[in-house]
Each structure stands twice: as structure tokens, then as C-alpha cells.
């Protein structure tokens, strides 16, 4: 299975901005492979993310790993803060 990130290269916010770059950052940094699907390119794109999320509001970026969701930003942060990063990604 891939890891997938969704993200939104359209964004006012650059906290937004912030956290998709981490994530893309850190999963190069180990050579952890992810495919970046941009949700503001195709709304069915946006659509899939928010059914995976469980949330009809859900905001990228939102990580699954093929159809399983892993979660959200703040989630993924803390898998980095508690060293189980593979684990959170279901690698």
C-alpha cells in the first residue's frame, strides 16, 4: 500500500502551508514513499479525504496509508513526538 497525503495547493493559510511542507519534508527526510494528492485539482479528490477522514469538514492535510486513514496533522505530530511514526502510518 502507498502512503497518501492530502494536501491543497490552493491555500490562504499558511499554517496550512506549514504543516503539508512538514509532512512532505520529514516523510522524503526517511525515505518513507507517499503520493501528494492535491485536493483543490479534482473534488472527488477532496471528496475521498473527507469520507477516509470520517469528517464531511476535514481540512488538509489528511495522511492515509491506500484506504486506510491515519490521520490528521496534529496526529501525525504527535506519532513524531512519541517515535512511532511507522506505526501511525501502518507501515
Do not use: H, W
Not at 6 to 33: A, D, Y
Not at 58 to 67: E, K, R, V, W
Amino acid at each position: 500500500m502507498t502512503v497518501k497525503v492530502f494536501f491543497s495547493s490552493v491555500s490562504g493559510s499558511l499554517e496550512m502551508k506549514k504543516n503539508q511542507e512538514r509532512i512532505f519534508s520529514i516523510l522524503t527526510s526517511k525515505k518513507i514513499p507517499f503520493e501528494a494528492v492535491d485536493i483543490s485539482q479534482n473534488s472527488e479528490d477532496k471528496d475521498l479525504m473527507r469520507k477516509r477522514a470520517g469528517n464531511p469538514t476535514a481540512l488538509p492535510p489528511q495522511i492515509c496509508n491506500g484506504d486506510v486513514y491515519c490521520g490528521d496533522f496534529a496526529a501525525f505530530e504527535n506519532a513524531i513526538e512519541m517515535e512511532q511514526l511507522e506505526d501511525f502510518l501502518k507501515l
